[in-house]
């Protein structure tokens, strides 16, 4: 049934070959491309610092009461909506009018809950470090001002204030580096493969046999290119003109 299929045999030996053949070009490429994602992260994007500070959601309780289990899961369920008013317009805009400044970016500022405690976590991201302290620090003064406004309580307390960051967080230098890197190496690879698809000349004897199925019984070498063969005549041809060459001659005899 299946005696007359053809079938196409990957051969590794010709994928060694082809890489080989190309070896400058994919070592060249990535390292340029390293490079170029490297100076990029050094010389033209902007490094981001990154402040934080941490507040804690509490009951008001007196001094002499106790404080059971039902409190600190009732201080729990509040966290996710104190987490919402801290980004709230209302706080972001006492901010900026705090610090004077002309428009704050909320998609700068995280507030999210520090798991199975009471605490919230404010992390502020800026291109300058000394004012993504300052956002953090005023940002939990006006959150909390506005808690007791609204609420009527003290619940809310700042644990750990902003410090000036020293080391920016982004970009990653070396994280960059690589996947330029890489990103040369398979761009490389890929248009290596793509050439040799569509090259359909007839190169080797190894060839000949392949797609014309007739042994190589002698090599004219040519002396005019150096140290490359001239295999006969085939040099230089394409694989469906000596496929029809070899119909021709079949077809004479």
Do not use: W
């Not at 008013?85 to 970016?105: H, W």
């Not at 248009?191 to 190894?206: A, G, P, Q, R, S």
């Not at 004219?220 to 469906?240: C, D, H, L, M």
């Amino acid at each position: 049934m299946y005696e007359n299929e053809e079938y196409d045999v990957i051969d590794f030996r010709e994928i060694f070959h082809i890489l080989k053949k190309h070896i400058k070009l994919l070592a060249m490429v990535p390292i340029i491309f390293g490079v170029a994602g490297a100076l990029l992260s050094i010389y033209v994007i902007d490094p981001v610092y990154e402040a934080s500070t941490t507040i804690i959601v509490r009951q008001n309780k007196d001094s002499n009461e106790e404080i059971n289990i039902t409190d600190v899961n009732l201080s729990k369920s509040l966290i996710y909506t104190y987490a919402e008013m801290a980004k709230s317009n209302t706080v972001l805009d006492n901010t900026r009018k705090a610090l004077g400044l002309s428009e704050i970016n909320d998609k700068a500022i995280t507030v999210s809950p520090v798991r199975d405690t009471q605490i919230l976590k404010v992390e502020v991201e800026n291109i300058n470090p000394q004012l993504a302290a300052n956002i953090a620090n005023t940002l939990v003064e006006e959150f909390t001002s506005e808690i007791m406004r609204i609420t009527k309580t003290d619940n809310v307390a700042v644990v750990d204030y902003a410090i000036l960051p020293e080391r920016p967080i982004k970009p990653n230098k070396i994280l960059n580096t690589i996947i330029a890197f890489i990103l040369g190496e398979m761009m490389t690879l890929m248009i290596v493969f793509i050439k040799e698809y569509f090259d359909t000349t007839i190169k080797t004897e190894k060839e000949i046999e392949k797609y014309l199925g007739v042994s190589v019984i002698g090599i004219i070498p040519n002396f005019n290119q150096g140290e490359k063969k001239a295999y006969g005549k085939v040099q230089g041809k394409r694989r469906s003109e000596i496929s029809h060459s070899g119909s021709l001659q079949e077809n004479c005899h």
